[in-house]
């Protein structure tokens, strides 16, 4: 920006050259080191790197002078007018390099397992504006990069790796994976490939392998099966046989370690001899129960053996057992458990100060996390347990970011492992399908790997442990489906689909964006999203290459395919950097609207399947699926539309309802539309095989007809307008914008509607989720989230069986029941869109909601009195002793509007692991119970 001043000091002129085009920012920043960072007002954010700062080619206006009389015959058309315009591009001088995701504004949640494929549900929420306006997929879980798929020739028992020994220069990295079959072993070498190897591994191939590891020093490597052991040392064999007929039934080994468990309780220890490098047997003991697993442990660096083994029996304990010499074998201690355990293994710390974990992984789909005393070998007397999926849990470890975790498998695999800067053991889910068995694997090319079977198929999986770091045992990962409008809300749809025996589940979406062109109108002006210029450029340039390729031979044009390719490929990195979210031109006035309805298929990445513009400045607002009797119960989908609606004052030209059938489960089909003449449409719900809808100040019920939607019943009169709308049998639950919830009861003999309840306080409403027969839950517009409930016996109340009611005391508002308020909470923010569902398997449902800046929470009902008690008193100890960053009390902030009412501050109690340790002390003195107890419980709460 340039100003032109005269010799006066008077500003006569201003030229501005047009650097680049960024998204409506908030705040810009520009740091010491030449990044600008752009703080958008909806979606994400941007850290820019500014290529050049000289612009002698960029385009640059000039400000134009009016003169005029009187400063009062000013006015905006001479300003919109007189303003210079510029055409946005692509980034031209800046280059985008990093990307900070912002979900604002989110106005959708939707939680249901709809890919088909996973066992927990994904978190599906509508978030953005205009074009930077996205469907996001959240899903509970770290993100897993699947690197490997192959099949295998069966289904496998186990499967293990064997890394390189000391003197080879791939040491650390894994030399063979061994898969074990119910009759057989495949071994297979890790290279550049992994292919398969035959005899000359040595291995015993024609029996499953039960636990393989490499020896140090010269002791080769080390297989076990159920007749005995093997070990291969320079190309020699040397076999261990089971006495009599007895078998191995689980077996563990390290590098100078092995131990077997034999039919009927027997365990016997093998160990390394330095000298020779042979495996010697120890000594032999019996359990008193039989194994059924068991885990030597790992060497401790710095240290020549592990010091203790977990011997899991099935009498549902699980024994730690000392290898020290002269005690090998001998208990040191026993903890019982609720179910058999089914598979056992030790974690050695990275410091020696810190205490040996063991995990136990149950029969009944449960995890327990123990410490044990690495000197004395007691167990803790506070296990963690979690229960983690409908399978048996198998344990391994596996190394992330250089540190010991433990890998949990059973309906889907989970991830245990400690947070260094909080001193936490995070237990976090993977976003994967389930897997059966799984080891730790190592290449050049992947340093921290897993190998893992599902069914008849060998994987190789990388974990990203972003999201997983702060101390948070909850990750979540994100996919986006990009949209043309901002979203309003949307509804699944069930629909036939090609194969007739099967039902398909699709999502729609309806989006709309006020002050804006639809889709034809931004074309028939020339306006491309893509900033106009790429496709010019890379349509002159094609036009050139054919040109090239007629008189060149057949080398030179492959070699030239190749450079086209490799430029191609560049380029759409290049678009990628260079991409930045475009508005469409503003319309002139008022009334302009641009929106579309797209269906989407979850099962397939949330594809779009059609997306259907609408023109002529028709928004759709709402949207729902309804089931008419007359139809024979089919799913339709039915969209609330308005045309040419202006906000201030609120009116518009019309309003309708459109009925769309799906077809074949991948388009929609118009059936009717149906004019409506009281408001705009706000609100659409199913009603007992019909159609309610929510029209302005009034509460309207559909039949369907061959042309039409028929009006059968109407109640009016409501104090301004139909916000949510959600039914249950013959009951309606509308909130209004501006006085709160409203309970409504269909009469079909009557064919009528009754107010048969209402909220005295006049909460703006924004969200409902319903929670039973007689409760419903709600979110206003200033940030509060409160529960409300029929009072018993207030719907009798309301009928008249006798019809001699007068009919000015059943119209009085004095006369209707009204709504008690059960529990309250300040939120903080604007809560948009909220539903009952359970994010793991197997847990009991929650309250999860969504604010209008995109963050998820959820409100967990309490089942037993004692959790109330001890949660209440841990956050009346925390309102005083834990830190205020603003200063502010935690009670009164959270009673901004109205007194907190039976509803516990969670963040306020996760404050507690904060604290220090003389602070945590006292409260857990209070409370009558240890630090290490209140730290379990926050946790199995989460």
């Known amino acids: 920006l340039s100003v032109d001043v005269s010799e006066d000091k008077v500003v006569t002129g201003m030229q501005l050259a047009l650097l680049d085009t960024l998204p409506t920012a908030n705040a810009l920043n520009i740091s010491k080191k030449g990044m600008l960072f752009v703080a958008s007002e909806f979606g994400d954010h941007g850290l820019y790197q500014f290529e050049r700062i000289e612009l002698p080619d960029a385009p640059t206006n000039a400000s134009s002078q009016i003169t005029v009389n009187n400063i009062a015959d000013w006015n905006t058309e001479m300003a919109v007018t007189s303003a210079k315009t510029f055409a946005p591009t692509t980034l031209k001088n800046l280059r985008k390099v990093y990307t900070l995701d912002s979900p604002t504004p989110t106005t959708g949640v939707l939680v249901g397992e709809l890919a088909g494929n996973e066992v927990s549900p994904q978190i599906y929420t509508l978030a953005g504006k205009g074009p930077s306006a996205s469907l996001r997929i959240l899903r509970h879980g770290a993100s897993v990069t699947e690197l490997a798929v192959s099949e295998l020739p069966g289904i496998p028992g186990g499967i293990f790796t064997i890394p390189h020994d000391e003197s080879d220069e791939n040491v650390g990295l894994s030399k063979y994976i061994v898969v074990s079959f119910a009759d057989a072993t495949l071994v297979l070498s890790v290279g550049d490939t992994v292919e398969e190897v035959g005899q000359e591994s040595r291995f015993k191939t024609d029996a499953p392998t039960l636990a393989c590891s490499t020896l140090k020093g010269n002791g080769g490597l080390c297989q076990i099966y159920p007749d005995g052991l093997r070990q291969i040392k320079a190309g020699q064999l040397r076999n261990w046989e089971c006495p009599g007929l007895k078998r191995v039934e689980s077996a563990s080994s390290n590098t100078c370690q092995a131990l077997l468990a034999l039919a009927g309780g027997e365990v016997i220890y093998f160990e390394l001899d330095n000298l020779t490098g042979d495996l010697n047997e120890m000594v032999t003991r019996d359990m008193g129960a039989d194994v059924c697993c068991l885990d030597v442990g790992t060497v401790p660096t710095g240290k020549s053996r ?80 979690r229960f983690l999926g409908a399978r048996p849990v198998s344990v391994s470890r596996i190394p992330l970011e250089g540190r010991s975790s433990m890998l949990l498998l059973s309906s889907r695999p989970w991830i245990s492992r400690l947070d260094q800067a909080s001193g936490k053991h995070i237990m976090a889910p993977l976003s994967y399908a389930p897997l059966d068995h799984g080891c730790v694997f190592s290449s050049q ?213 459109i009925l769309y059938r799906v077809v074949n489960g991948d388009r929609l089909q118009l059936l009717h539309r149906t004019t409506i003449d009281d408001g705009p449409v706000m609100a659409l719900a199913h009603f007992q095989g019909r159609l309610l809808v929510g029209i302005g100040k009034t509460l309207r019920l559909y039949e369907m007809g061959k042309r039409q939607l028929l009006r059968k019943c109407e109640l009016r009169g409501l104090p301004t307008f139909v916000k949510t709308l959600q039914t249950a049998g013959d009951r309606a639950y509308f909130g209004d914008m501006m006085r709160s919830m409203h309970m409504i009861r269909y009469e079909a003999s009557a064919n009528r509607l009754i107010l048969i309840a209402s909220d005295p306080s006049p909460r703006p409403i924004v969200s409902q989720e319903l929670l039973d027969w007689n409760t419903v839950a709600v979110g206003d517009k200033f940030g509060n989230i409160c529960i409300l409930r029929l009072p018993r016996g207030a719907d009798t109340a309301t009928l008249d069986m006798t019809g001699q009611r007068a009919l000015w005391d059943s119209s009085r508002d004095s006369s209707t029941p009204k709504l008690e308020v059960l529990c309250q909470y300040y939120v903080g923010e604007i809560v948009t869109s909220m539903t009952r569902s359970s994010l793991v398997a197997g847990g009991a449902d929650s309250l999860i909601y969504v604010t209008v800046t995109g963050r998820i929470g959820a409100l967990v009902p309490f089942t037993s009195r004692d959790d109330v008690d001890f949660y209440s008193q841990l956050e009346g100890y925390l309102r005083v002793e834990a830190p205020r960053p603003t200063g502010r009390d935690p009670q009164s902030y959270r009673s901004y509007y109205a007194p907190v009412m039976h509803i516990v501050d969670g963040d306020l109690c996760s404050a507690f692991n904060a604290l220090s340790h003389e602070k945590q002390a006292e409260i857990a003195e209070k409370l009558d119970r240890t630090v290490g107890e209140i730290m379990k419980k926050l946790e199995d709460t989460r």
Request: aromatic fraction near 4%; charged fraction near 30%.
């Open 445 to 657: 090319a992947v340093k921290e790997g897993v190998v893992a079977t599902a069914g008849k198929t060998l994987r190789i999986i990388s974990v990203d442990t972003v999201g997983m770091e702060g101390g948070d045992d909850e990750a979540f990962n994100t996919n986006r489906v990009p949209l043309r409008y901002t979203p309003r809300q949307m509804t699944l749809l069930s629909a036939s689909s090609a194969d007739p025996t099967q039902r398909k589940v699709v999502l729609a979406v309806v989006e709309s964006d006020y002050n804006d062109f639809g889709q034809e109108a931004k074309k028939s002006m020339g306006f491309d999203a893509t900033g106009g210029e790429a496709g010019k450029k890379k349509g002159g340039k094609k036009g050139d290459d054919d040109e090239m390729e007629v008189d060149s031979d057949d080398e030179d044009a492959e070699a030239k395919k190749e450079e086209e390719s490799d430029e191609e490929s560049e380029d759409e990195e290049e678009k990628e950097t260079r991409a930045t979210p475009i508005r469409g031109p503003m319309p002139p006035q008022p009334g302009h609207w641009g929106s579309c309805i797209r269906l989407l298929d979850p099962s397939d990445s949330c594809r779009t399947l059609e997306c259907i513009e609408l023109n002529r400045n028709e928004a759709a607002l709402c949207c729902t699926s309804v089931r008419f009797h007359t139809r024979g119960g089919e799913s339709l989908l039915a969209v609330g539309t308005v045309t040419g609606m202006k906000m201030h004052p609120l009116k518009q030209t019309s309003s309708h309802v």
């Open 306 to 385: 592990s010091l203790f083994a977990a011997v899991g029996c099935r009498d549902q304990t699980v024994k730690i057992v000392s290898l020290e010499p002269g005690k090998f074998l001998t208990q040191k201690s026993s903890t019982a458990l609720k179910s058999r355990p089914h598979s056992v293994k030790l974690q050695y710390p990275d410091n020696e100060k810190d205490d040996i974990i063991v995990m136990i992984g149950l029969d009944d789909g449960s995890s327990l996390r123990a410490t044990v005393d690495p000197v004395t070998g007691a167990i803790g007397s506070s296990p963690t347990r």
